[in-house]
Protein backbone atom coordinates (compact mmCIF):
# COMPACT_ATOMS: atom_id res chain seq x y z
CA UNK A 1 0.00 0.00 0.00
CA UNK A 2 1.44 3.68 -1.10
CA UNK A 3 0.81 5.95 1.59
CA UNK A 4 0.44 9.95 0.01
CA UNK A 5 -0.53 12.76 1.42
CA UNK A 6 -3.77 14.08 1.22
CA UNK A 7 -4.28 16.98 -1.43
CA UNK A 8 -0.10 16.67 -2.65
CA UNK A 9 3.04 18.13 -1.53
CA UNK A 10 3.14 19.69 1.93
CA UNK A 11 5.00 21.82 4.07
CA UNK A 12 4.46 20.07 7.81
CA UNK A 13 5.37 23.47 9.82
CA UNK A 14 3.26 25.99 7.43
CA UNK A 15 0.39 23.94 7.40
CA UNK A 16 0.65 23.34 11.40
CA UNK A 17 0.96 27.30 11.58
CA UNK A 18 -2.73 28.01 9.10
CA UNK A 19 -3.88 25.08 11.79
CA UNK A 20 -2.96 26.87 15.03
CA UNK A 21 -4.82 30.05 13.50
CA UNK A 22 -7.72 28.58 12.09
CA UNK A 23 -8.28 26.16 15.53
CA UNK A 24 -7.79 30.00 17.20
CA UNK A 25 -10.16 31.93 15.42
CA UNK A 26 -12.76 29.22 14.71
CA UNK A 27 -12.56 27.43 18.45
CA UNK A 28 -11.16 24.11 17.16
CA UNK A 29 -8.75 21.75 18.48
CA UNK A 30 -5.36 21.99 16.46
CA UNK A 31 -5.68 18.22 15.31
CA UNK A 32 -9.19 18.70 13.67
CA UNK A 33 -7.80 22.12 12.25
CA UNK A 34 -5.16 20.46 10.59
CA UNK A 35 -7.26 18.09 8.95
CA UNK A 36 -9.47 20.91 7.67
CA UNK A 37 -6.36 22.82 6.25
CA UNK A 38 -5.04 19.52 4.36
CA UNK A 39 -8.15 19.40 2.93
CA UNK A 40 -8.08 23.05 1.79
CA UNK A 41 -10.24 24.43 4.16
CA UNK A 42 -7.96 26.89 5.87
CA UNK A 43 -9.89 30.24 5.89
CA UNK A 44 -11.72 30.50 8.90
CA UNK A 45 -15.10 31.22 7.11
CA UNK A 46 -15.28 28.52 5.03
CA UNK A 47 -14.27 26.57 8.15
CA UNK A 48 -16.82 27.77 10.14
CA UNK A 49 -19.74 27.10 7.07
CA UNK A 50 -17.71 23.88 6.92
CA UNK A 51 -18.56 22.60 10.39
CA UNK A 52 -22.21 24.28 10.53
CA UNK A 53 -23.70 23.09 7.37
CA UNK A 54 -27.07 25.07 7.33
CA UNK A 55 -30.59 24.21 5.41
CA UNK A 56 -29.94 27.95 4.84
CA UNK A 57 -27.17 27.29 2.37
CA UNK A 58 -28.53 24.77 -0.31
CA UNK A 59 -28.68 25.86 -3.53
CA UNK A 60 -31.73 27.58 -5.03
CA UNK A 61 -33.69 23.67 -6.94
CA UNK A 62 -34.09 26.09 -9.55
CA UNK A 63 -30.57 26.47 -10.53
CA UNK A 64 -31.31 22.82 -11.78
CA UNK A 65 -31.76 22.20 -15.19
CA UNK A 66 -35.10 21.08 -16.21
CA UNK A 67 -36.76 22.10 -12.91
CA UNK A 68 -38.91 24.53 -14.23
CA UNK A 69 -40.44 22.66 -16.88
CA UNK A 70 -40.38 19.51 -14.53
CA UNK A 71 -42.45 21.49 -11.55
CA UNK A 72 -44.53 22.90 -13.96
CA UNK A 73 -45.83 19.81 -15.39
CA UNK A 74 -46.28 18.29 -11.71
CA UNK A 75 -47.81 21.69 -10.55
CA UNK A 76 -50.49 21.34 -13.28
CA UNK A 77 -50.97 17.40 -12.79
CA UNK A 78 -51.41 18.18 -8.90
CA UNK A 79 -53.94 21.16 -9.79
CA UNK A 80 -55.80 19.44 -12.50
CA UNK A 81 -56.18 15.90 -9.92
CA UNK A 82 -54.12 14.24 -13.19
CA UNK A 83 -53.10 10.32 -12.29
CA UNK A 84 -49.42 10.25 -11.48
CA UNK A 85 -47.19 7.31 -11.40
CA UNK A 86 -43.87 7.24 -9.67
CA UNK A 87 -41.17 4.70 -11.47
CA UNK A 88 -38.45 3.80 -9.17
CA UNK A 89 -35.22 1.94 -9.24
CA UNK A 90 -35.19 -1.18 -6.71
CA UNK A 91 -32.11 -0.33 -4.35
CA UNK A 92 -32.07 2.35 -1.53
CA UNK A 93 -31.88 5.41 -4.11
CA UNK A 94 -34.92 4.31 -6.00
CA UNK A 95 -36.95 3.05 -3.23
CA UNK A 96 -36.09 6.22 -0.79
CA UNK A 97 -36.76 8.99 -3.85
CA UNK A 98 -40.19 6.72 -4.57
CA UNK A 99 -41.10 7.34 -1.09
CA UNK A 100 -39.81 10.79 -0.70
CA UNK A 101 -41.87 12.46 -3.87
CA UNK A 102 -44.87 9.97 -3.06
CA UNK A 103 -45.10 10.84 0.39
CA UNK A 104 -45.12 14.56 -0.64
CA UNK A 105 -47.98 14.06 -3.24
CA UNK A 106 -49.85 12.50 -0.64
CA UNK A 107 -49.48 15.49 2.06
CA UNK A 108 -50.21 18.37 -0.47
CA UNK A 109 -53.59 16.15 -1.91
CA UNK A 110 -52.04 14.36 -4.93
CA UNK A 111 -51.80 10.84 -3.75
CA UNK A 112 -49.73 9.07 -6.46
CA UNK A 113 -49.51 5.70 -7.52
CA UNK A 114 -45.53 4.05 -7.50
CA UNK A 115 -44.24 0.67 -9.42
CA UNK A 116 -41.39 -0.73 -8.53
CA UNK A 117 -39.82 -2.93 -11.47
CA UNK A 118 -38.80 -6.97 -9.90
CA UNK A 119 -34.89 -6.73 -10.32
CA UNK A 120 -35.02 -9.98 -11.32
CA UNK A 121 -38.02 -10.28 -13.94
CA UNK A 122 -38.01 -6.95 -15.39
CA UNK A 123 -34.50 -5.76 -14.80
CA UNK A 124 -33.35 -2.25 -14.27
CA UNK A 125 -34.94 0.85 -15.32
CA UNK A 126 -37.85 1.99 -17.55
CA UNK A 127 -39.37 -1.29 -19.52
CA UNK A 128 -41.97 -0.92 -22.19
CA UNK A 129 -44.66 -3.80 -20.78
CA UNK A 130 -44.27 -1.28 -17.64
CA UNK A 131 -44.91 1.28 -19.45
CA UNK A 132 -47.56 0.25 -21.43
CA UNK A 133 -49.42 -1.18 -18.30
CA UNK A 134 -49.06 2.09 -16.39
CA UNK A 135 -50.63 4.05 -19.36
CA UNK A 136 -53.81 1.23 -19.47
CA UNK A 137 -54.29 1.78 -15.81
CA UNK A 138 -54.62 6.06 -16.39
CA UNK A 139 -51.84 7.87 -15.80
CA UNK A 140 -51.42 10.80 -17.49
CA UNK A 141 -47.73 11.42 -16.44
CA UNK A 142 -44.89 9.18 -15.46
CA UNK A 143 -42.16 10.27 -13.06
CA UNK A 144 -39.16 7.87 -13.02
CA UNK A 145 -36.74 7.76 -10.16
CA UNK A 146 -33.19 7.09 -10.55
CA UNK A 147 -33.20 5.69 -13.85
CA UNK A 148 -34.78 6.79 -16.94
CA UNK A 149 -31.53 8.67 -18.57
CA UNK A 150 -30.79 6.46 -21.16
CA UNK A 151 -34.43 5.27 -21.44
CA UNK A 152 -34.89 6.71 -25.28
CA UNK A 153 -37.35 4.17 -26.58
CA UNK A 154 -39.54 3.74 -23.14
CA UNK A 155 -40.49 7.25 -23.02
CA UNK A 156 -40.99 7.39 -26.53
CA UNK A 157 -43.84 4.90 -26.12
CA UNK A 158 -44.84 6.31 -23.10
CA UNK A 159 -45.63 9.83 -25.10
CA UNK A 160 -46.98 7.95 -27.89
CA UNK A 161 -49.53 6.48 -25.47
CA UNK A 162 -50.13 9.87 -24.31
CA UNK A 163 -48.19 10.07 -21.15
CA UNK A 164 -45.45 12.91 -20.45
CA UNK A 165 -42.27 11.49 -18.67
CA UNK A 166 -40.58 13.31 -16.20
CA UNK A 167 -36.50 11.61 -15.15
CA UNK A 168 -35.40 12.32 -12.38
CA UNK A 169 -31.97 10.39 -12.01
CA UNK A 170 -28.45 11.07 -11.46
CA UNK A 171 -26.51 8.44 -13.72
CA UNK A 172 -24.08 9.14 -16.45
CA UNK A 173 -25.73 11.52 -19.10
CA UNK A 174 -25.85 9.74 -23.24
CA UNK A 175 -25.04 11.41 -25.83
CA UNK A 176 -29.05 10.97 -26.82
CA UNK A 177 -31.59 11.87 -24.44
CA UNK A 178 -35.33 10.58 -24.22
CA UNK A 179 -37.79 13.21 -25.39
CA UNK A 180 -38.95 13.80 -21.89
CA UNK A 181 -40.95 16.38 -20.97
CA UNK A 182 -38.43 17.57 -18.26
CA UNK A 183 -34.80 15.65 -17.03
CA UNK A 184 -33.30 16.68 -13.79
CA UNK A 185 -29.92 15.53 -13.89
CA UNK A 186 -27.38 17.71 -12.44
CA UNK A 187 -24.56 15.91 -14.85
CA UNK A 188 -26.27 17.45 -18.09
CA UNK A 189 -24.27 19.94 -20.08
CA UNK A 190 -25.69 23.34 -18.69
CA UNK A 191 -26.97 22.55 -15.89
CA UNK A 192 -25.80 24.98 -13.65
CA UNK A 193 -26.50 23.40 -9.98
CA UNK A 194 -22.89 23.53 -8.08
CA UNK A 195 -23.40 19.84 -6.57
CA UNK A 196 -23.20 17.73 -9.45
CA UNK A 197 -22.65 14.26 -7.42
CA UNK A 198 -26.42 14.17 -5.88
CA UNK A 199 -27.65 10.55 -5.72
CA UNK A 200 -31.49 10.28 -6.97
CA UNK A 201 -33.41 11.12 -3.64
CA UNK A 202 -30.75 14.55 -3.63
CA UNK A 203 -32.60 15.71 -7.15
CA UNK A 204 -35.79 14.29 -5.57
CA UNK A 205 -35.45 16.43 -2.80
CA UNK A 206 -34.44 19.60 -5.04
CA UNK A 207 -37.89 18.81 -7.13
CA UNK A 208 -39.96 18.38 -4.10
CA UNK A 209 -38.26 22.00 -2.54
CA UNK A 210 -39.37 23.63 -5.60
CA UNK A 211 -42.52 22.28 -5.84
CA UNK A 212 -43.61 23.86 -2.76
CA UNK A 213 -42.85 27.07 -3.70
CA UNK A 214 -44.48 26.79 -6.76
CA UNK A 215 -47.44 25.66 -5.15
CA UNK A 216 -47.34 28.16 -2.43
CA UNK A 217 -47.25 30.95 -4.93
CA UNK A 218 -50.06 29.45 -6.61
CA UNK A 219 -52.10 29.49 -3.03
CA UNK A 220 -52.27 25.97 -2.35
CA UNK A 221 -52.28 26.10 0.82
CA UNK A 222 -54.73 28.64 2.02
CA UNK A 223 -56.57 25.70 2.79
CA UNK A 224 -54.40 23.30 3.25
CA UNK A 225 -51.64 22.52 5.62
CA UNK A 226 -48.10 22.91 3.74
CA UNK A 227 -45.90 20.17 4.82
CA UNK A 228 -42.59 20.67 6.05
CA UNK A 229 -39.69 19.07 4.37
CA UNK A 230 -37.36 18.58 7.11
CA UNK A 231 -39.29 14.49 8.28
CA UNK A 232 -38.06 14.02 4.87
CA UNK A 233 -34.47 14.39 5.10
CA UNK A 234 -33.87 10.74 6.53
CA UNK A 235 -34.66 9.49 3.49
CA UNK A 236 -32.18 11.64 1.99
CA UNK A 237 -29.73 10.59 4.12
CA UNK A 238 -30.23 7.17 3.84
CA UNK A 239 -29.85 7.29 -0.18
CA UNK A 240 -27.05 9.73 -0.58
CA UNK A 241 -24.86 7.45 2.03
CA UNK A 242 -25.92 4.12 0.76
CA UNK A 243 -25.54 5.70 -2.98
CA UNK A 244 -21.54 6.54 -1.75
CA UNK A 245 -21.98 9.88 -3.38
CA UNK A 246 -19.24 12.24 -1.86
CA UNK A 247 -20.49 13.73 1.21
CA UNK A 248 -19.51 17.45 0.12
CA UNK A 249 -21.61 20.07 -0.97
CA UNK A 250 -25.51 19.83 -0.73
CA UNK A 251 -24.69 16.09 0.12
CA UNK A 252 -23.09 17.38 3.29
CA UNK A 253 -25.95 19.40 4.47
CA UNK A 254 -28.53 17.43 3.47
CA UNK A 255 -26.72 14.28 5.35
CA UNK A 256 -25.81 16.41 8.41
CA UNK A 257 -29.15 16.84 8.60
CA UNK A 258 -30.70 13.61 7.69
CA UNK A 259 -29.18 12.03 10.52
CA UNK A 260 -30.06 14.06 12.79
CA UNK A 261 -34.02 12.63 11.58
CA UNK A 262 -32.77 9.27 11.90
CA UNK A 263 -31.31 9.80 15.11
CA UNK A 264 -34.99 10.81 16.34
CA UNK A 265 -36.18 7.59 14.26
CA UNK A 266 -39.91 9.34 14.10
CA UNK A 267 -40.77 7.32 11.20
CA UNK A 268 -41.71 3.96 12.35
CA UNK A 269 -40.25 2.72 9.04
CA UNK A 270 -36.88 4.05 10.38
CA UNK A 271 -37.77 3.19 13.97
CA UNK A 272 -38.71 -0.53 13.11
CA UNK A 273 -35.14 -0.67 11.31
CA UNK A 274 -32.94 0.19 13.98
CA UNK A 275 -35.06 -2.33 16.12
CA UNK A 276 -33.83 -5.11 13.64
CA UNK A 277 -30.18 -3.48 13.15
CA UNK A 278 -29.96 -3.86 16.94
CA UNK A 279 -29.59 0.09 16.87
CA UNK A 280 -29.91 2.33 19.81
CA UNK A 281 -33.55 3.62 18.69
CA UNK A 282 -33.72 7.15 19.79
CA UNK A 283 -30.10 8.39 19.64
CA UNK A 284 -27.14 9.45 17.04
CA UNK A 285 -26.72 7.50 13.71
CA UNK A 286 -23.78 7.53 11.88
CA UNK A 287 -23.06 7.37 8.10
CA UNK A 288 -21.21 4.18 9.19
CA UNK A 289 -24.50 2.84 10.57
CA UNK A 290 -26.53 3.82 7.48
CA UNK A 291 -24.08 2.41 5.25
CA UNK A 292 -23.77 -0.97 7.28
CA UNK A 293 -26.83 -1.82 9.13
CA UNK A 294 -29.62 0.13 7.51
CA UNK A 295 -29.33 0.54 3.82
CA UNK A 296 -28.68 -2.97 3.36
CA UNK A 297 -31.24 -4.28 4.83
CA UNK A 298 -33.72 -1.57 2.78
CA UNK A 299 -31.44 -3.12 -0.17
CA UNK A 300 -32.07 -6.91 -0.34
CA UNK A 301 -35.87 -7.84 -0.30
CA UNK A 302 -34.80 -5.58 -3.99
CA UNK A 303 -31.70 -7.85 -4.49
CA UNK A 304 -33.79 -10.91 -4.13
CA UNK A 305 -36.89 -10.53 -4.74
CA UNK A 306 -39.55 -7.56 -4.42
CA UNK A 307 -38.53 -4.00 -3.46
CA UNK A 308 -41.74 -2.79 -2.52
CA UNK A 309 -41.23 -4.19 0.64
CA UNK A 310 -38.73 -1.57 1.41
CA UNK A 311 -41.11 1.59 -0.17
CA UNK A 312 -43.93 0.15 2.36
CA UNK A 313 -41.61 0.70 5.02
CA UNK A 314 -40.72 4.22 4.66
CA UNK A 315 -44.09 4.72 4.14
CA UNK A 316 -46.28 3.45 6.39
CA UNK A 317 -47.70 4.93 9.50
CA UNK A 318 -47.61 2.50 11.52
CA UNK A 319 -45.36 0.71 13.63
CA UNK A 320 -47.01 -2.54 13.86
CA UNK A 321 -46.91 -3.13 10.43
CA UNK A 322 -43.30 -1.06 10.10
CA UNK A 323 -41.95 -4.24 12.82
CA UNK A 324 -43.48 -6.72 10.56
CA UNK A 325 -41.90 -5.02 7.05
CA UNK A 326 -38.47 -5.17 8.74
CA UNK A 327 -38.21 -8.83 10.29
CA UNK A 328 -39.05 -9.85 6.88
CA UNK A 329 -36.28 -7.26 5.29
CA UNK A 330 -33.85 -8.29 7.89
CA UNK A 331 -34.51 -11.89 6.79
CA UNK A 332 -33.90 -11.10 3.67
CA UNK A 333 -30.36 -9.50 4.53
CA UNK A 334 -29.30 -12.66 6.40
CA UNK A 335 -30.52 -14.64 3.01
CA UNK A 336 -28.52 -12.37 1.02
CA UNK A 337 -25.24 -12.21 2.87
CA UNK A 338 -25.36 -16.15 2.77
CA UNK A 339 -25.65 -16.40 -0.67
CA UNK A 340 -22.68 -13.32 -1.34
CA UNK A 341 -20.34 -15.51 1.31
CA UNK A 342 -20.66 -18.38 -1.17
CA UNK A 343 -20.35 -16.39 -4.39
CA UNK A 344 -17.26 -14.37 -3.09
CA UNK A 345 -15.60 -17.72 -2.54
CA UNK A 346 -16.12 -18.40 -6.16
CA UNK A 347 -15.41 -14.96 -7.61
CA UNK A 348 -12.54 -14.69 -5.40
CA UNK A 349 -11.04 -17.83 -6.70
CA UNK A 350 -11.56 -16.94 -10.38
CA UNK A 351 -9.86 -13.47 -10.11
CA UNK A 352 -6.57 -15.42 -8.60
CA UNK A 353 -6.66 -17.02 -11.82
CA UNK A 354 -6.49 -14.05 -13.84
CA UNK A 355 -3.79 -12.40 -11.37
CA UNK A 356 -2.55 -10.92 -15.04
CA UNK A 357 -5.20 -8.80 -16.04
CA UNK A 358 -5.01 -5.03 -14.40
CA UNK A 359 -9.23 -5.79 -15.13
CA UNK A 360 -11.67 -8.21 -13.52
CA UNK A 361 -14.64 -9.45 -15.98
CA UNK A 362 -15.86 -12.86 -13.57
CA UNK A 363 -18.87 -14.75 -14.51
CA UNK A 364 -20.54 -17.95 -13.47
CA UNK A 365 -24.03 -19.79 -14.21
CA UNK A 366 -26.38 -19.43 -11.20
CA UNK A 367 -24.59 -16.40 -9.74
CA UNK A 368 -27.98 -14.48 -7.98
CA UNK A 369 -28.28 -10.96 -10.12
CA UNK A 370 -29.00 -8.95 -6.89
CA UNK A 371 -26.08 -10.02 -4.94
CA UNK A 372 -23.39 -9.55 -8.07
CA UNK A 373 -22.84 -5.36 -7.12
CA UNK A 374 -21.73 -6.26 -3.33
CA UNK A 375 -19.65 -9.16 -4.47
CA UNK A 376 -17.86 -6.64 -7.12
CA UNK A 377 -17.37 -4.69 -4.13
CA UNK A 378 -15.41 -6.67 -2.50
CA UNK A 379 -13.29 -8.09 -5.08
CA UNK A 380 -12.47 -4.35 -5.56
CA UNK A 381 -11.91 -4.13 -2.01
CA UNK A 382 -9.54 -7.64 -2.17
CA UNK A 383 -7.74 -6.93 -5.55
CA UNK A 384 -7.97 -3.28 -5.98
CA UNK A 385 -9.10 -3.81 -9.59
CA UNK A 386 -12.25 -2.50 -11.99
CA UNK A 387 -14.39 -5.93 -11.85
CA UNK A 388 -17.66 -6.72 -13.22
CA UNK A 389 -19.16 -10.00 -11.72
CA UNK A 390 -21.77 -11.31 -13.71
CA UNK A 391 -24.74 -13.83 -13.16
CA UNK A 392 -25.72 -15.80 -16.09
CA UNK A 393 -29.22 -17.63 -16.61
CA UNK A 394 -30.75 -18.98 -19.20
CA UNK A 395 -28.55 -17.67 -21.59
CA UNK A 396 -28.28 -14.12 -20.67
CA UNK A 397 -25.56 -12.41 -18.20
CA UNK A 398 -26.64 -9.52 -15.79
CA UNK A 399 -23.94 -8.10 -13.94
CA UNK A 400 -22.50 -4.79 -11.69
CA UNK A 401 -19.09 -3.24 -11.53
CA UNK A 402 -17.19 -1.66 -9.42
CA UNK A 403 -14.38 0.36 -10.00
CA UNK A 404 -10.77 1.94 -8.74
CA UNK A 405 -10.10 5.72 -8.65
CA UNK A 406 -9.06 6.93 -12.06
CA UNK A 407 -11.02 4.18 -13.98
CA UNK A 408 -14.63 5.59 -15.37
CA UNK A 409 -16.60 2.12 -15.66
CA UNK A 410 -19.44 3.85 -17.91
CA UNK A 411 -16.56 5.02 -20.49
CA UNK A 412 -14.90 1.99 -20.14
CA UNK A 413 -17.99 -0.14 -20.93
CA UNK A 414 -18.78 2.22 -23.74
CA UNK A 415 -15.57 0.86 -25.46
CA UNK A 416 -17.15 -2.81 -25.42
CA UNK A 417 -20.44 -1.88 -26.49
CA UNK A 418 -20.93 -4.24 -29.25
CA UNK A 419 -20.90 -6.99 -26.98
CA UNK A 420 -23.46 -5.46 -24.34
CA UNK A 421 -27.12 -5.56 -25.21
CA UNK A 422 -27.42 -2.67 -22.39
CA UNK A 423 -25.54 -0.94 -19.83
CA UNK A 424 -25.44 2.52 -17.60
CA UNK A 425 -24.60 3.71 -14.58
CA UNK A 426 -21.45 6.17 -13.34
CA UNK A 427 -18.47 5.98 -12.87
CA UNK A 428 -17.72 4.03 -9.92
CA UNK A 429 -20.49 1.60 -10.42
CA UNK A 430 -22.48 0.34 -13.46
CA UNK A 431 -24.67 -2.41 -14.46
CA UNK A 432 -24.12 -4.62 -17.71
CA UNK A 433 -26.67 -6.93 -19.69
CA UNK A 434 -25.09 -9.13 -22.74
CA UNK A 435 -26.01 -12.58 -24.11
CA UNK A 436 -23.94 -15.58 -22.65
CA UNK A 437 -21.97 -16.29 -25.72
CA UNK A 438 -20.45 -12.76 -25.83
CA UNK A 439 -18.99 -13.27 -22.29
CA UNK A 440 -15.18 -14.35 -23.12
CA UNK A 441 -15.23 -11.53 -26.24
CA UNK A 442 -16.41 -8.99 -23.99
CA UNK A 443 -13.98 -9.97 -20.92
CA UNK A 444 -11.40 -9.66 -23.49
CA UNK A 445 -12.09 -6.59 -24.73
CA UNK A 446 -12.95 -5.29 -20.72
CA UNK A 447 -9.20 -6.24 -20.48
CA UNK A 448 -7.64 -5.10 -23.13
CA UNK A 449 -9.45 -1.47 -22.04
CA UNK A 450 -8.14 -2.08 -18.56
CA UNK A 451 -4.79 -2.54 -19.84
CA UNK A 452 -4.78 0.66 -22.10
CA UNK A 453 -6.12 2.85 -19.19
CA UNK A 454 -4.66 2.12 -16.29
CA UNK A 455 -0.63 1.52 -15.19
CA UNK A 456 0.93 -1.21 -12.81
CA UNK A 457 1.17 1.59 -9.77
CA UNK A 458 -2.75 2.43 -10.23
CA UNK A 459 -3.59 -0.96 -9.43
CA UNK A 460 -1.52 0.01 -6.05
CA UNK A 461 -3.91 0.97 -3.03
CA UNK A 462 -3.30 4.42 -1.45
CA UNK A 463 -3.67 5.59 1.99
CA UNK A 464 -4.10 8.94 1.75
CA UNK A 465 -2.84 10.97 5.03
CA UNK A 466 -4.14 13.88 6.13
CA UNK A 467 -1.43 14.79 8.83
CA UNK A 468 1.25 13.86 10.67
CA UNK A 469 1.58 13.39 14.39
CA UNK A 470 2.66 12.15 18.16
CA UNK A 471 1.31 9.91 19.75
CA UNK A 472 1.33 12.92 22.80
CA UNK A 473 -1.21 14.65 20.41
CA UNK A 474 -3.84 11.70 20.69
CA UNK A 475 -5.91 13.11 24.09
CA UNK A 476 -9.21 12.44 24.45
CA UNK A 477 -9.98 15.70 23.69
CA UNK A 478 -8.19 15.75 20.79
CA UNK A 479 -9.42 13.07 18.97
CA UNK A 480 -13.66 13.52 20.09
CA UNK A 481 -12.94 16.82 18.63
CA UNK A 482 -12.70 15.03 15.36
CA UNK A 483 -16.42 13.95 15.43
CA UNK A 484 -17.01 17.79 14.75
CA UNK A 485 -15.35 17.22 10.96
CA UNK A 486 -18.26 14.50 9.98
CA UNK A 487 -20.22 13.22 8.49
CA UNK A 488 -17.60 10.92 6.92
CA UNK A 489 -17.89 9.00 4.12
CA UNK A 490 -17.19 9.42 0.61
CA UNK A 491 -15.24 12.49 -0.50
CA UNK A 492 -14.72 13.26 3.35
CA UNK A 493 -13.21 10.11 4.86
CA UNK A 494 -12.52 9.29 8.47
CA UNK A 495 -9.16 11.74 8.97
CA UNK A 496 -6.01 9.29 9.06
CA UNK A 497 -2.62 10.42 10.53
CA UNK A 498 0.93 8.72 10.53
CA UNK A 499 2.92 8.31 13.66
CA UNK A 500 6.77 7.59 13.14
CA UNK A 501 8.96 5.32 14.32
CA UNK A 502 7.43 4.00 17.45
CA UNK A 503 8.32 0.97 19.45
CA UNK A 504 5.52 -1.17 19.18
CA UNK A 505 4.92 -5.11 21.23
CA UNK A 506 2.85 -7.08 18.67
CA UNK A 507 0.49 -9.84 20.05
CA UNK A 508 -2.07 -11.83 18.36
CA UNK A 509 -5.80 -11.31 18.96
CA UNK A 510 -8.17 -14.15 17.77
CA UNK A 511 -10.94 -13.38 15.69
CA UNK A 512 -14.70 -14.39 17.15
CA UNK A 513 -16.13 -15.02 13.70
CA UNK A 514 -13.35 -17.42 12.87
CA UNK A 515 -11.52 -15.00 10.35
CA UNK A 516 -8.15 -13.72 10.02
CA UNK A 517 -6.66 -12.94 13.98
CA UNK A 518 -6.20 -9.63 14.39
CA UNK A 519 -3.15 -7.72 15.05
CA UNK A 520 -2.57 -5.46 18.32
CA UNK A 521 0.10 -3.15 18.96
CA UNK A 522 1.27 -2.05 22.56
CA UNK A 523 2.51 1.13 22.69
CA UNK A 524 5.25 1.99 25.33
CA UNK A 525 5.88 5.42 24.88
CA UNK A 526 1.89 5.97 24.90
CA UNK A 527 0.54 2.70 27.28
CA UNK A 528 -2.83 5.00 27.33
CA UNK A 529 -3.91 4.24 23.77
CA UNK A 530 -5.24 0.76 22.33
CA UNK A 531 -4.20 -0.22 18.97
CA UNK A 532 -5.84 -2.73 16.99
CA UNK A 533 -5.32 -4.00 13.04
CA UNK A 534 -8.37 -6.20 12.08
CA UNK A 535 -7.48 -9.61 10.05
CA UNK A 536 -3.24 -8.07 10.30
CA UNK A 537 -2.96 -11.12 12.43
CA UNK A 538 -1.00 -12.86 9.58
CA UNK A 539 1.75 -9.48 9.76
CA UNK A 540 2.86 -10.37 13.15
CA UNK A 541 6.51 -11.16 11.88
CA UNK A 542 6.75 -7.79 9.91
CA UNK A 543 6.81 -6.07 13.31
CA UNK A 544 10.57 -6.21 14.25
CA UNK A 545 12.15 -2.59 15.51
CA UNK A 546 10.39 0.44 15.60
CA UNK A 547 7.56 0.85 13.13
CA UNK A 548 5.64 3.90 11.20
CA UNK A 549 1.70 3.17 11.73
CA UNK A 550 -0.89 4.74 9.65
CA UNK A 551 -4.27 4.97 11.67
CA UNK A 552 -7.75 6.32 12.05
CA UNK A 553 -8.23 7.67 16.28
CA UNK A 554 -11.78 7.13 17.98
CA UNK A 555 -12.88 7.06 21.20
CA UNK A 556 -13.74 3.65 22.46
CA UNK A 557 -15.86 2.92 25.95
CA UNK A 558 -15.57 -0.18 28.11
CA UNK A 559 -16.96 -0.63 31.68
CA UNK A 560 -17.18 3.03 31.75
CA UNK A 561 -13.59 3.55 30.78
CA UNK A 562 -13.00 5.87 27.82
CA UNK A 563 -9.88 5.49 25.96
CA UNK A 564 -8.35 6.60 22.74
CA UNK A 565 -8.14 3.82 19.93
CA UNK A 566 -6.26 3.50 17.12
CA UNK A 567 -7.70 1.59 13.92
CA UNK A 568 -4.68 0.61 12.11
CA UNK A 569 -5.09 0.95 8.44
CA UNK A 570 -1.13 0.02 7.50
CA UNK A 571 2.24 -0.16 8.96
CA UNK A 572 5.84 -0.61 7.73
CA UNK A 573 9.64 -0.78 9.19
CA UNK A 574 10.44 3.01 10.39
CA UNK A 575 13.53 3.07 7.90
CA UNK A 576 11.68 1.27 5.04
CA UNK A 577 10.29 4.72 3.18
CA UNK A 578 9.06 7.98 3.56
CA UNK A 579 5.49 9.30 2.97
CA UNK A 580 4.87 10.39 -0.27
CA UNK A 581 4.59 13.63 -1.05
CA UNK A 582 2.46 13.76 -3.88
CA UNK A 583 -1.71 12.80 -4.03
CA UNK A 584 -1.74 10.96 -7.18
Known amino acids: MRWVFRGGERDVESERRAARRLAIEVGLDPLAARVLVARGVAEPQDAARFLSPELTDLPDPFRMKGMSAAVERLTRAIVQREQVTLYGDYDVDGVCSTALLSLFLDAVGAPPRTYIPHRIDEGYGLNLRAVERIAREGSRLLVSLDCGIASVAEVARARDLGMDVVIVDHHTVPETLPAATAILNPHQPGCEYPTKA ?7 FNLVMALRRSLRTLGWFENRREPPLKPFMDLVALATVCDVVPLTGANRILVRHGLDALGRADRPGVRALKEVAKLETEGPVSAGQVGFHLGPRINAAGRLDDATVGLRLLRTPSLAEARELSTKLDEANEERRAIERQMLVEAVAQAEGRSGTRGLVLWAEGWHPGVVGIVAARVVERFHKPTLVIGVQGGVGKGSARSIEGFHLVEALGECAE ?3 RF ?16 LDFRRDFEAVAARRLREEDLEPRCRVDALVHPDELTEHAVGALAALGPFGAGNPEPIFVAESLHAEARIVTARNGGAAHLKLVLPQAPAIDTIGFGMGPRLGEVDGPVD ?19 IRDFRTADSAELSATGS
Open 198 to 204: LCAAGVA
Open 419 to 421: HLS
Open 424 to 439: GGHRHAAGVTLDAERL
Open 549 to 567: LAFQPSLETWKGRTRVSLK
